[in-house]
């Protein structure tokens, strides 16, 4: 099994949370959004979403994130066994991936550096059109993509559409967490696995006091669910305390060094 993947991306994460939890091994590929490397040639010929992560099981490959999770809880015993409600976790699991996080991580980003990343994935994908004349029309689709959110970013009620999914969603499992130890019950399931990622993210852009704190079976869950060895080998290595920001910057200083000498 291989997993085409990266520890900033928040879809990544929940994938990688399921392989943990149910020990599954895996072929681990990282591509680094924040430089580009999911428009390199070799993966965007076989992405033309360019979105991570991609899952693939010999001939199988699995773009969709919710259909990857479904795929590894089929492996062996379902996570959480029969202690889950299968029926709510699936629930849970669809109302979670609708809710798409990057207007809400953007909006939280200081402006400079959403210009630095912005302007240097539009040289990328300009150097890769001029590279692939049988992808050129894809990769400008891409461009066309990266002014799109730019505009996104100028729009407050696409802003505030997507703050008010996700208050509506934590309100949801705050009420659920308020009945059960889990979203799905009494035992962590693949609903955990795709929500936890979720509050991490709001952690790393320093709103857990707003959105995770003022909910109290949430904080509890929260706290409860950062303890667990898979929550520190995929998100807690490289994003909790002081490791966020050596995450961060060491990327920031390497997209720095392709913009000087032009490598793209």
Same mark, same amino acid.
């Given at each position: 099994?291989? $997993?085409?993947?990266? %520890?900033?991306?928040?879809? +990544?994460?929940?994938?990688?949370?399921? #392989?943990?939890?149910?020990?599954?091994?895996?072929?681990?590929?990282?591509?680094? %959004?924040?430089?580009?490397?999911?428009?390199?040639?070799?993966?965007? +010929?076989?992405?033309?979403?360019?979105?991570?992560?991609?899952?693939?099981?010999?001939? =199988?490959?699995?773009?969709?994130? #919710?259909?990857?999770?479904?795929?590894?809880?089929?492996?062996?015993?379902? =996570?959480?066994?029969?202690?889950?409600?299968?029926?709510?976790? =699936?629930?849970?699991?669809?109302?979670?991936?609708?809710?798409?996080?990057? $207007?809400?991580?953007?909006?939280?980003? %200081?402006?400079?550096?959403?210009?630095?990343? +912005?302007?240097?994935?539009?040289?990328?994908?300009?150097?890769?059109?001029?590279?692939?004349?049988?992808?050129?029309?894809?990769?400008?689709?891409?461009?066309?993509?990266?002014?799109?959110?730019?505009?996104? =970013?100028?729009? %407050?009620?696409? #802003?505030?559409?997507?703050?008010?999914?996700?208050?509506?969603?934590?309100?949801?499992?705050?009420?659920? $967490?308020?009945?059960?130890?889990? #979203?799905?019950?009494?035992?962590?399931?693949?609903?955990?696995?795709?929500?936890?990622?979720?509050?991490?993210?709001?952690?790393?852009?320093?709103?857990?006091?707003?959105?995770?704190?003022?909910?109290?079976?949430?904080?509890?869950?929260?706290?409860?669910?950062?303890?667990?060895? +898979?929550?520190?080998?995929?998100?807690?290595?490289?994003?909790?305390?002081?490791?966020?920001?050596?995450?961060?910057?060491?990327?920031?200083?390497?997209?720095?060094?392709?913009?000087?000498?032009?490598?793209?």
């Amino acid at each position: 099994m291989q $997993l085409y993947h990266h %520890p900033f991306s928040l879809d +990544s994460q929940k994938v990688r949370l399921a #392989l943990e939890e149910k020990g599954v091994d895996y072929s681990s590929h990282r591509l680094n %959004p924040l430089k580009a490397r999911n428009l390199d040639l070799d993966f965007f +010929s076989m992405n033309l979403s360019e979105k991570i992560p991609v899952f693939k099981n010999a001939e =199988l490959v699995i773009f969709d994130t #919710l259909s990857i999770i479904e795929y590894i809880d089929s492996i062996n015993a379902p =996570l959480g066994g029969d202690v889950v409600d299968r029926e709510k976790m =699936l629930e849970w699991m669809k109302k979670i991936d609708e809710w798409n996080p990057k $207007l809400f991580t953007l909006m939280h980003v %200081p402006k400079k550096y959403i210009l630095f990343f +912005s302007r240097f994935k539009r040289r990328v994908i300009i150097a890769r059109m001029a590279e692939s004349h049988e992808l050129a029309g894809k990769y400008h689709l891409k461009l066309q993509d990266a002014y799109a959110t730019e505009d996104q =970013l100028k729009d %407050p009620d696409a #802003l505030n559409h997507s703050k008010e999914l996700l208050i509506n969603l934590l309100d949801d499992a705050d009420n659920q $967490l308020a009945e059960s130890s889990y #979203l799905s019950g009494e035992e962590f399931s693949m609903a955990d696995a795709m929500f936890v990622p979720i509050l991490a993210r709001i952690e790393v852009l320093n709103k857990g006091d707003e959105y995770i704190s003022s909910r109290t079976h949430l904080s509890d869950y929260w706290s409860r669910v950062k303890k667990r060895p +898979s929550y520190h080998a995929v998100i807690g290595k490289y994003f909790s305390g002081w490791r966020k920001y050596r995450s961060l910057y060491s990327t920031y200083f390497a997209v720095w060094v392709r913009n000087l000498f032009r490598r793209y």
